[in-house]
């Protein structure tokens, strides 16, 4: 049997936790697909998936851009993690499955103005994490001027010399996935 103490203690911290999840639920309820849809055009969207065919031409890498406007309640009641959306998405969309595990994914979860970076083994052995978080904050600094598809862009560019340094394209390949910009 609990103590009264420890009940407190529970609720208190129940109720702090559910203080600092309202918030986050706010934001993720007033930035809907719609919304975000206008800082991400369906223009814009597909010329950067076209940069990112351009981009597969001179390094046998795989790129996905994934922009997620928001969480559904669920997720966000689970304390469901930028990162750990992020590592869904690598997942559900096989990146971690190329030929030579050069995957590379670009999430962002925009209420949460959160950039995460998941990359497959093979180019994760050449690239430190450090690098990753860099190009994730200058994204981040592209967005908190407004300047999202210069941030997404600048960030493609990044990865591209990466690829290109690392896994170079030395004969014809296969695009082993859609290059499509997925928002949702």
Known sequence: MKSDIQEKAECTSLNKLNMQLLPRIWRHWVNPRQRVSKYFPALALQQLTEQITLSEQRHTGQLRFVIESSLDTANLCH????????????????????????????????????????????????????????????????????????????????LTELLVQYFPRTHAGTNELADEVILR
């Open 79 to 158: 304390h469901t993690t930028a990162r750990q959306r992020a590592q869904y998405w690598f997942g559900n969309l096989g990146i971690w499955d190329t030929a030579e595990k050069s995957g590379i994914l670009v999430y962002v979860l925009f209420a949460d103005r959160a950039v995460e970076i998941i990359a497959d083994r093979g180019i994760n052995t050449c690239v430190s994490m450090v690098h990753w978080q860099q190009i994730c904050n200058r994204i981040t600094q592209a967005f908190q001027h407004h300047r999202y598809m210069d941030g997404l862009t600048a960030g493609l560019d990044e």
